[in-house]
């Protein structure tokens, strides 16, 4: 689906791409698309010599559930001595917590197409577990313990 955009980027900047086709979900749950990612990335940078790549300019990106899985494999990719460091991700619309659907974020944009609240947390699910049995308790809020959601609050709150 990202073919076009990926050449485009390719041509533009004058860089190589290297576009992962990992595995999707529902068919896939969670963590099948991160392995993917994960592996392939390694992979490639194991490998830049073979694709005359600069060590020094990786750069990961995705966007929407790919900017999670490019946070994710930077996040995994940023102790590891053993590979050279990505210079930079770049997360177009990430979907970075599943936490709380009612953060200022989520209200603002709640009927902003293409990505509706109520289609991010429905996707969410798929991601995880491949159904959306309970999407009205992760849309009130109530999927999460309360001693979870204080734990996190420093990083998941409206302030």
């Not at 485009?8 to 991160?34: C, D, M, N, T, W």
């Not at 603002?108 to 699910?125: D, S, T």
Request: with cysteine.
């Amino acid at each position: 689906t990202h073919e076009e955009l990926c050449r485009f980027i390719a041509r533009e900047s004058e860089s190589v791409v290297v576009s992962v086709g990992y595995r999707l979900a529902p068919e896939h749950k969670y963590p099948a698309a991160y392995e993917d990612c994960l592996s392939a990335t390694q992979h490639f940078l194991q490998h830049l010599q073979h694709y005359a790549v600069d060590p020094a300019r990786v750069t990961v990106c995705g966007d929407s559930a790919g900017g999670n899985l490019a946070a994710a494999v930077s996040q995994t990719l940023a102790g590891r001595s053993d590979l050279p460091r990505l210079r930079a991700q770049i997360l177009i619309y990430p979907g970075l917590q599943a936490l709380d659907f009612n953060l200022p974020s989520y209200q603002q944009n709640r009927a902003v197409p293409l990505l509706f609240r109520e289609r991010a947390a429905f996707y969410m699910l798929q991601y995880l577990n491949g159904n959306a049995i309970k999407l009205e308790e992760v849309l009130e809020g109530s999927h999460i313990p309360v001693d979870i959601k204080l734990k996190y609050r420093k990083w998941v709150s409206p302030d």
